[in-house]
Structure formats: C-alpha cells, structure tokens
Nanobody, 121 residues
Framework: QVQLVESGGGSVQAGGSLRLSCAAS????????MGWYRQAPGMQRDLVAT???????NYSDSVKGRFTISRDNDKHTVSLEMHSLKPEDTATYYC???????????????WGQGTQVTVSS
C-alpha cells in the first residue's frame, strides 16, 4: 500500500517556525498534486497549500507570505515551511496526495494521519 507519513509537528511559541514533511512510500509512478490541509478542534478541514507536479503553488490567504510549500518529485515528498506562526495556526495538519499512480494505486487520493501543530502565545 502507498502510505503518507508526516513528521515535524510540535509546539512552538508565537512567532516561531516549524517545518513539516510528508513522504509517500511505495512503488510510485507519479503524483499530480500534493498539499497540506489543517483542521482545528470543532472546525472543518481547510486547505493550507498545494503544489502541482510542475511546481505550481496555491496558498490560502491566511498563510500566504508566511508558509512555503515545496516538493521533490523523485523522492515523492512534500514539505511545508512555516514561519511567523500564530496561535490561530494551531491545528492538526494533514498531508494529501492527489491522483496517485503506483503499483498499489490507480489515480486515488490519499491522506496522511496528521501531525499536531500547537502555537502558544
């Protein structure tokens, strides 16, 4: 099975930085989009940032200018550099891979299990 494994979450003070990483494992041929979504307690899951295979990026207005998404197509990884973190950034962050083509997958979308980010004031 293709698995998405996230890492890098933790607790920081407001104004601090974190780097999240997500690696897709398996015999993978291609992944169209990779991205990060977040969900705070009692809230819906919202887009943070996405990046296409040809490095076209899309950011939510709330993180634009503070977060940077990047990917490595050869390693099938995606990262999110987060700077100037605010308490309202506190959430569980989920990695998503869209249209995964692999021995085990034929165009499905996959989610990671999530990693917690807590920003204190």
């Amino acid at each position: 099975q293709v698995q998405l494994v996230e890492s890098g979450g933790g607790s920081v003070q407001a104004g601090g930085s974190l780097r999240l990483s997500c690696a897709a494992s398996g015999t993978i041929f291609s992944i169209e989009h990779m991205g990060w979504y977040r969900q705070a307690p009692g809230m819906q899951r919202d887009l943070v940032a996405t990046i296409s295979r040809d490095n076209i990026t899309n950011y939510s207005d709330s993180v634009k200018g503070r977060f940077t998404i990047s990917r490595d197509n050869d390693k099938h990884t995606v990262s999110l550099e987060m700077h100037s973190l605010k308490p309202e950034d506190t959430a569980t962050y989920y990695c998503k891979a869209e249209r995964v083509w692999a021995i085990q997958e034929s165009g499905r979308d996959l989610w990671g299990q999530g990693t917690q980010v807590t920003v204190s004031s």
